[in-house]
């Protein structure tokens, strides 16, 4: 018996039966996905969209790194959002006037380079994406003197009423506590062109005549048969650090001493898992934002420049760059940051994808 069906875009004739109702069904379900406005193939309403945990957030998009990314909205995050204090009893939590932080906000709007009509649709939080990447260009990097990153969101949003995009744990977990879009408080001058991280690390200390571990540096890390390591101090607990177990050592096994603003300092290294995230980021933002392009600071002869740039220097500047470069009495990320394997690293991923 020969039976015919009518689907959304026409006369579909098949032989009876069980099977001629299996085959139209499935024309009339092809047929009508094309269709525009149709809700065939489209996820119901409530259900959740999975993530990797590998995000960043940029102007509201989602932008995969590779990395271990927690964000501000997620279970253990950091919210630089937030107008209380985050480390303190609930019931003085609450920001008041003489309390601390100057303001209630930690963080302010991007102004540079803006019309005033952009910037009439930018300060309700309304940025695309085309706008910030004409606006971001620099991708600024220091070392947090805290030792893990619980500890500096304790001292920048609690104490000192500033802000970073970023904060790299000992581990390599990368938290990310305001969207990029936001003017975060980090980096002086570079404030409006910049995207900020703040590496976990205890610092670099000038060298002592006596050719001995500077005393910072003594408290921080211990040495076993396998080298040196980090050891957090008692009050600290696990630090907060996300990875149970965790043992931080240095890339390098040597305390590295290197000159930055013309002092002789010394510094153990970032981690392995520090500089394994980092490149990753580094590549993720030079991709979404490409007018940070991925290089640093050189002289004439290729070599880092180890000093403040000059205000001119700095203004045009597009890349990655230490605080030092842009505040003089600064030296982070120090003397150990290995700049040029963070670039190697970002590239070849940029280049090939892996």
């Keep these: 018996m020969r039976t015919t069906y009518r689907s959304g875009t026409g006369i579909v004739a098949k032989w009876g039966g069980r099977r001629a109702a299996v085959v139209a069904g499935a024309m009339w379900a092809l047929a009508n996905a094309a269709l525009p406005g149709c809700a065939v193939g489209r996820p119901a309403p409530g259900t959740a969209m ?20 927690v964000l501000w909205t997620d279970p253990g995050g950091y919210d630089a959002y937030r107008t209380e204090k985050r480390f303190v009893p609930w019931e003085g ?9 100057e303001t209630p906000n930690r963080y302010g709007l991007r102004r540079v380079d803006l019309s005033k009509d952009e910037f009439e649709q930018v300060r309700g939080g309304g940025w695309d994406l085309a706008t910030l990447r004409r606006v971001v260009s620099q991708f600024v990097i220091h070392y947090d003197v805290c030792g893990t990153s619980r500890q500096c969101f304790r001292v920048l949003h609690d104490v000192r009423g500033l802000s970073v995009h970023f904060m790299l744990d000992i581990d390599g977990t990368i938290y990310q506590t305001l969207d990029v879009k ?29 050719g001995a571990v500077p005393e910072v540096l003594a408290e921080w890390y211990g040495r076993d048969d396998a080298g040196p390591f980090i050891t957090l101090p008692e009050w600290m607990g696990d630090g907060g650090v996300r990875t149970a177990g965790f043992v931080g050592r240095p890339s390098r096994a040597e305390m590295v001493v290197g000159e930055v603003q013309g002092s002789r300092l010394a510094q153990y290294d970032m981690t392995d898992a520090q500089y394994d995230s980092l490149i990753k980021l580094t590549a993720t933002l030079c991709t979404v934002l490409p007018r940070i392009e991925c290089d640093y600071p050189r002289n004439d002869r290729g070599e880092l420049v180890r000093a403040k740039l000059d205000d001119a220097a700095l203004a045009e500047y597009r890349g990655l760059i230490g605080h030092f470069h842009i505040t003089e009495n600064k030296t982070d990320p120090g003397p150990a940051f290995d700049w040029e394997r963070v670039v190697r690293g970002a590239k070849e991923l940029m280049e090939t994808g892996h």
């Design 50 to 69: 999975a993530r990797q945990g590998d995000e960043i957030v940029v102007c509201g998009q989602l932008f995969h790194t590779g990395a271990p990314v």
């Design 93 to 101: 939590a609450a920001w008041s006037p003489g309390s601390g932080p």
């Design 182 to 210: 936001e003017r975060a408080w980090h980096a002086t001058t570079s404030n409006d062109c910049g995207v900020g991280i703040e590496i976990a690390n205890i610092g670099a200390y000038p060298v002592r005549e006596d």
